[in-house]
């Protein structure tokens, strides 16, 4: 689909004649720019600017009286003046991984809070608190040279998974064996190829040789 060139604006001479019963002057030629109308083409885009003073005035005393209305589109472009990146600051360096659970009720801040209120005690004026189901057979843990008692290391149940490290994992379930590789024993990606280097089902030359002395070569 070609664009159809854009003719130039024609100028039209219409005689108009004006007759002055009071001066009695003869008759003149007024020359006008008229701007043609463009045909409505579907899958031509165009953007229109506003007219100002007489312009204005002129196009919309001859559309009233075609009988049409003319549209003006009026557009408008401003930059946020900010030389700031959009985003966070840091650009997302101190982002947190939040899919885990909550850090106030995972497992680990389960821990903690039974270890505090084992240090506070369970008696106070001679009477036995009650502070839980977790509390029964809870033992005050230690610090080893592992990590502190709260540590993953040293307690059993679910560890807490850092939030500053994103990874991406594939599992890969159907390992592809490399083809140039299997066939010829090269590769040109070297270690760097993503498929496995395997020929373990071909036979190595001294296999060949000794299945050939023995006469078992097609066996």
């Avoid at 024609?10 to 108009?16: D, L, P, S």
């Avoid at 008759?27 to 008229?34: G, H, I, N, P």
């Avoid at 100002?52 to 005035?57: H, L, S, T, V």
């Avoid at 991984?97 to 039974?114: K, P, S, Y």
């Amino acid at each position: 689909m070609f664009r159809k060139p854009a003719k130039k604006r024609a100028q039209v001479q219409v005689r108009q004649r004006h007759e002055d019963n009071l001066s009695g002057e003869d008759e003149t030629d007024v020359v006008k720019d008229f701007k043609r109308r463009k045909r409505a083409n579907p899958f031509q885009q165009s953007t229109l600017k506003t007219q100002k003073g007489d312009d204005a005035k002129a196009s919309s005393s001859s559309d009233s009286d075609d009988g049409t209305n003319a549209i003006v589109a009026e557009h408008s472009f401003a930059a946020s003046g900010s030389a700031a990146p959009l985003g966070p600051s840091d650009q997302g360096a101190t982002a947190t991984l939040d899919i885990d659970t909550d850090i106030g009720a995972d497992a680990q801040a389960q821990f903690e809070r039974v270890q505090q209120q084992l240090k506070e005690g369970l008696v106070k004026d001679g009477k036995v608190l009650y502070k839980g189901q977790a509390m029964y057979g809870a033992k005050e843990a230690k610090d080893t040279a592992k990590g502190n008692a709260s540590s993953g290391l040293n307690r059993i149940g679910p560890i807490r998974a850092p939030q500053f490290v994103r990874q991406t994992v594939r599992w890969d379930y159907a390992p592809d064996i490399c083809k140039d590789y299997k066939e010829t024993g090269f590769c040109t990606f070297g270690d760097s190829c993503k498929f496995l280097h395997d020929r373990s089902d071909y036979k190595h030359g001294w296999e060949i040789e000794r299945d050939y002395a023995s006469g078992r070569l097609n066996q």
